[in-house]
């Protein structure tokens, strides 16, 4: 009876002690896995909130805010910028605009959508869509071509009245990439995306130290930066190639005919 009460305290005492631990090793929700997303952006560049492709952002500021986010685009990547500006029950009208940088700080122009729009007195809410041309793998200097690396997005009230300044606002950004494929391949690569800190980094790999790298962004796309010289362009070339000799070798032997004339008697 005794052995019997000892062992049941025994167990109980076990059964307390591995339930914490079971429970602390339950995976918690994380930005990766869509358990949270971000709930403020940033007021400059440096600052801005980091947001990965298809995820919606939200914030609340006040008219007059500088609002800042950051992804990250690949090549042959269409991104399209989608923001929604919820405004109080009183405000005159609102001109909203949001625009969108490279990594080099770069502003790049809109293929399409409405940029910028003004919301009437007593309009609740606007929306705003910026689709930014197809992302090039390489690109000249002098070029303003969109590269791969981190992208900003601004999103703020241009020309606000005097009695809007601070009113409350509400705002979310979603970001989508439309993959283009070999259609807008180009024959090279950038030697590191337009990544803040890419630079450090680099030059501490080059020199073999062991310092901590100071990598301003963590973003990248998934699986990965493509190298740039891999495309469907490579398939269609080999298919287009497999067609060319099989065409090559049916019109050769469709016009050799079958060797001897008819005409020609067996003993000429």
């Not at 630079?199 to 493509?226: F, N």
Request: proline share 6%; with cysteine.
């Amino acid at each position: 009876m005794r052995f019997t009460r000892v062992l049941s305290v025994a167990l109980l005492a076990l059964g307390c002690a591995a339930g914490p631990a079971a429970a602390d090793s339950s995976p918690s929700p994380s930005a990766s896995d869509g358990g949270s997303v971000p709930t403020r952006a940033g007021t400059s560049f440096r600052t801005a909130t980091e947001i990965e492709l298809d995820q919606r952002a939200t914030a609340s500021a006040s008219a007059g805010d500088y609002l800042y986010w950051s992804f990250a685009a690949d090549a042959e990547h269409r991104p399209t910028v989608r923001a929604t500006v919820k405004l109080p029950d009183a405000h005159t009208a609102q001109t909203w605009q949001v625009d969108v940088y490279d990594g080099l700080r770069r502003r790049q122009a809109c293929q399409y959508g409405a940029q910028t729009r003004t919301a009437a007195q007593g309009t609740a809410s606007l929306d705003l869509t910026c689709v930014l041309r197809t992302v090039r793998a390489w690109s000249e200097p002098w070029a303003d071509d969109p590269l791969p690396g981190t992208y900003y997005v601004r999103l703020t009230a241009i020309g606000l009245p005097a009695s809007d300044l601070g009113l409350p606002v509400s705002t979310s950004v979603e970001v989508g990439a439309e993959n283009i494929g070999g259609a807008a391949a180009v024959d090279g690569s950038l030697a590191q995306p337009l990544v803040p800190g890419i630079a450090v980094t680099s030059r501490q790999d080059d020199e073999d130290t062991s310092k901590k790298s100071a990598v301003l962004s963590s973003i990248e796309p998934d699986g990965g930066w493509s190298s740039g010289w891999w495309s469907s362009r490579w398939v269609w070339t080999g298919v287009g190639g497999v067609l060319a000799a099989l065409a090559g070798i049916g019109g050769y032997a469709l016009t050799r005919g079958t060797g001897r004339p008819s005409r020609i008697p067996p003993g000429a």
